[in-house]
């Protein structure tokens, strides 16, 4: 049972321009939402998180929104990057700490 | 910050034999560790967390008897993948949790890549 998904697998952007990852889930017990970035042959390392009780968090070129009622939440970089490329997971946290993680998107920014 | 060492990165066995996987926190005592498998294009799956001095808890439809998770001190989590078979081939990676209970204490290992022939 998927808990946390991202429907798109892949998303191509070109530099300088803004790119929105999706995430969709189904729980409504998650406390917290975050996504992290994961390069090749590297473990994700956390990028931004949101608390369930926001709607919008903002951390430099990143910020994560949060749809409650649509049970979605997306991730807007602005500008992208080169060096934005990677696979990007969205992931949610219920009670004891465990994390459910999406399927992941590949982000490729075009110089 | 905090960092999180996977070992090995890759290995390749021979079907039946046993592989164990290490996960260390190096700078800070892990109270909580998570171990995940991802297959190609599927998102990282919850196998198990183990907590310091403690068994470890399995999701469901993981079986404990063949991915043997030991949390035996602060800083080392290991899983040993017992009588591997080729559908065991996968993605492994560790998350240790450090104690300040921040969304940022969730540190990943590198992940080990498990094909087994």
């Known amino acids: 049972d998927q808990q946390v998904k991202q429907n798109s697998p892949s998303l191509s952007v070109q530099e300088g321009r803004i790119s929105i990852l999706n995430c969709d889930y189904t729980n409504s017990m998650f406390d917290y939402f975050l996504w992290y970035k994961k390069y090749p042959a590297e473990g994700p390392t956390f990028l931004i998180s949101i608390s369930s009780i926001k709607d919008k968090n903002e951390d430099g070129r990143f910020t994560v929104f949060l749809n409650k009622s649509a049970k979605h939440l997306s991730l807007h970089i602005v500008p992208s990057q080169p060096g934005d490329s990677a696979v990007y997971f969205c992931?949610?946290?219920?009670?004891?700490?465990?994390?459910?993680f999406g399927t992941g998107t590949r982000l490729t920014v075009i110089p | 910050g905090a960092v999180v060492s996977q070992h090995p990165s890759r290995v390749i066995c021979k079907s039946g034999t046993s592989v164990k996987i290490e996960c260390r926190s190096l700078?800070?005592?892990?109270?909580?560790m998570f171990w995940y498998r991802q297959f190609p294009k599927q998102s990282l799956m919850l196998m198990a967390t183990s907590n310091e001095g403690s068994k470890a808890t399995y999701e469901q439809g993981v079986e404990k008897d063949k991915f043997l998770i030991n949390h035996a001190s602060l800083t080392l989590s290991t899983l040993t993948v017992t009588s591997a078979h080729p559908e065991d081939s996968s993605f492994y990676i560790c998350?240790?949790?450090?104690?300040?209970?921040?969304?940022?204490?969730?540190?990943f290992g590198s992940g080990t890549r498990l094909t087994v022939v």
């Open positions: 998350s240790a949790k450090d104690g300040t209970g921040g969304l940022w204490g969730y540190t």
């Open positions: 992931a949610a946290r219920k009670a004891a700490n465990n994390l459910f």
């Open positions: 700078d800070f005592q892990a109270t909580t």
